[in-house]
């Protein structure tokens, strides 16, 4: 498992293993995707991995102009958009506006039931993989198990969260038939808001 | 049917495991004192650092590194103010150069309330260059000299810039690598004043 604020050196540029594993859990949620589509023999299968991955980059667009859109005096200085990006809430407003483009694709195009399931399945297993790698120190821990910082045990908070959501992914595909409309998506939520329930208490 | 039984048995297993866990936890807190550990992220103590201030170097030669008047620790300067905005730069890097007008704009704001200090990580830079840079920028907050790398490394640094917002605690309440514009000291003081309440 690797520090979320370490970095490592790709020739000109800095990578903090952060960025590395968000792109490292795109990648796996992309192609768990695919296979999810696959699987269920959906006809609009290509346009609803297009709508993906134009939402993955609206995302990215947005992470990458939030200071501009905070600040829009920036826009005068073209150099700028070499130096900011990200800040303050920037994240949730880059999977806001994401999750917001591909949901209005599925509902202006009428796509089934599956393409919900499908994007909800996506970003379940993207976050499951996402905290296998990263680091998320919780507080001060009873238990043995754990991080050792300075002595002390921190919970290891990234792994209860990829532990509870790969087990919500698989009660789901195991539990729920792909046929009930809605069922998974409805499930998978439900399944990630109890884990973020049960890990609260552990958290910083 | 043995399959969706085993997956609901384990999945609530779980469940009552973590609501196990989470009443030993309570217990826990009930007892424990130790602050919370030092380390450069988001919810924990800031780690310590104690430099000189950029051009009294050869002070530091004669000077116990005690002496407050040359050193800069961090417990002092959260004593004196509400909290503080640590900045990690390089006179060579052009994120810094946007930055520290931010930063500038932001101490004339908050300067009464929270303190502003750049840390020069002059292991990657040069003293005269990292001096030069302050005069050129008319920088009015403080600014200190990290000639070993050794605080840098303990923040994460580089990459550079890397700006550290502090509640009064010790807490890191905002971390931002790159560069800062205006929007976003205002926002990262904003954290950090409510993190502290």
Same mark, same amino acid.
């Given at each position: 498992?690797?520090?979320?604020?370490?970095?490592?050196?790709? /020739?000109?540029?800095?990578? #903090?293993?952060?960025?590395?594993?968000?792109?490292? #859990?795109?990648?796996?949620?992309?192609?768990?995707?695919?296979?999810?589509?696959?699987?269920?023999?959906?006809?609009?299968?290509?346009?609803?991995?297009?709508?993906?991955?134009?939402?993955?980059?609206?995302?990215?667009?947005?992470?990458?102009?939030?200071?501009?859109?905070?600040?829009? #005096?920036?826009?005068?200085?073209?150099?700028?958009?070499?130096?900011?990006?990200?800040?303050?809430?920037?994240?949730?407003?880059?999977?806001?506006?994401?999750?917001?483009?591909?949901?209005?694709?599925?509902?202006?195009?009428?796509?089934?039931?599956?393409?919900?399931?499908?994007?909800?399945?996506?970003?379940?297993?993207? #976050?499951?993989?996402?905290?296998?790698?990263?680091?998320?120190?919780?507080?001060?821990?009873?238990?043995?198990?754990?991080?050792?910082?300075? /002595?002390?045990?921190?919970?290891?908070?990234?792994?209860?969260?990829?532990?509870?959501?790969?087990?919500?992914?698989?009660?789901?595909?195991?539990?729920?038939?792909?046929?009930?409309?809605?069922?998974?998506?409805?499930?998978?939520?439900?399944?990630?808001?109890?884990?973020?329930?049960?890990?609260?208490?552990?958290?910083? | 049917?043995?399959?969706?039984?085993?997956?609901?048995?384990?999945?609530?297993?779980?469940?009552?495991?973590?609501?196990?866990?989470?009443?030993?936890?309570?217990?826990?807190?009930?007892?424990?004192?130790?602050?919370?550990?030092?380390?450069?992220?988001?919810?924990?103590?800031?780690?310590?650092?104690?430099?000189?201030?950029?051009?009294?170097?050869?002070?530091?030669?004669? $000077?116990?590194? $005690?002496?407050?008047?040359?050193?800069?620790?961090?417990?002092?300067?959260?004593?004196?103010?509400?909290?503080?905005?640590?900045?990690?730069?390089?006179?060579?890097?052009?994120?810094?150069?946007?930055?520290?007008?931010?930063?500038?704009?932001?101490?004339? *704001?908050?300067?009464?309330?929270?303190?502003?200090?750049? *840390?020069?990580?002059?292991?990657?830079?040069?003293?005269?260059?990292?001096?030069?840079?302050?005069?050129?920028?008319?920088?009015?907050?403080?600014?200190?000299?990290?000639?070993?790398?050794?605080?840098?490394? $303990?923040?994460?640094?580089?990459?550079?810039?890397?700006?550290?917002?502090?509640?009064?605690?010790?807490?890191?309440?905002?971390?931002?690598?790159?560069?800062?514009?205006?929007?976003?000291?205002?926002?990262?003081?904003?954290?950090?004043?409510?993190?502290?309440?």
């Amino acid at each position: 498992m690797f520090n979320p604020v370490e970095t490592f050196s790709l /020739g000109p540029f800095t990578v #903090s293993f952060e960025m590395l594993f968000m792109i490292v #859990s795109i990648g796996v949620g992309y192609g768990g995707m695919i296979i999810y589509l696959k699987r269920n023999q959906i006809p609009e299968r290509e346009k609803i991995l297009d709508a993906f991955i134009t939402s993955v980059i609206i995302g990215v667009l947005t992470y990458k102009l939030w200071p501009f859109i905070l600040q829009p #005096s920036l826009l005068l200085d073209p150099s700028n958009f070499i130096y900011y990006m990200g800040g303050p809430y920037a994240f949730f407003a880059a999977a806001t506006f994401s999750i917001a483009y591909y949901l209005f694709q599925a509902l202006r195009k009428k796509w089934s039931h599956y393409a919900y399931d499908g994007f909800t399945f996506t970003i379940v297993l993207a #976050s499951a993989v996402f905290y296998l790698f990263v680091k998320e120190f919780g507080v001060a821990s009873p238990f043995a198990l754990g991080f050792y910082v300075d /002595g002390i045990v921190h919970h290891p908070v990234n792994l209860y969260r990829s532990w509870l959501y790969f087990l919500v992914l698989l009660t789901c595909l195991g539990i729920v038939p792909n046929s009930k409309k809605y069922g998974r998506t409805f499930v998978l939520i439900i399944g990630v808001i109890i884990s973020v329930y049960l890990v609260s208490p552990f958290t910083v | 049917m043995i399959l969706k039984r085993l997956l609901l048995f384990i999945l609530f297993l779980n469940i009552g495991l973590f609501i196990w866990m989470d009443l030993e936890q309570r217990k826990f807190e009930v007892n424990y004192t130790q602050e919370t550990a030092s380390m450069p992220q988001v919810g924990f103590q800031a780690p310590n650092f104690s430099l000189i201030e950029l051009g009294r170097e050869e002070e530091s030669e004669t $000077t116990d590194s $005690t002496d407050s008047a040359v050193y800069v620790d961090l417990p002092t300067i959260l004593s004196e103010k509400e909290g503080a905005v640590i900045y990690f730069w390089t006179s060579w890097c052009p994120f810094c150069e946007a930055s520290v007008r931010a930063l500038e704009e932001g101490h004339l *704001i908050y300067g009464d309330e929270l303190a502003f200090v750049g *840390i020069n990580v002059t292991s990657q830079d040069s003293l005269r260059a990292a001096q030069t840079f302050v005069k050129e920028h008319n920088v009015s907050f403080q600014m200190i000299a990290d000639e070993t790398g050794i605080v840098a490394s $303990t923040y994460h640094v580089p990459p550079v810039p890397a700006t550290f917002f502090i509640n009064q605690d010790g807490v890191i309440a905002h971390r931002k690598v790159g560069g800062l514009t205006t929007r976003e000291v205002e926002l990262g003081i904003s954290v950090l004043k409510r993190s502290g309440e």
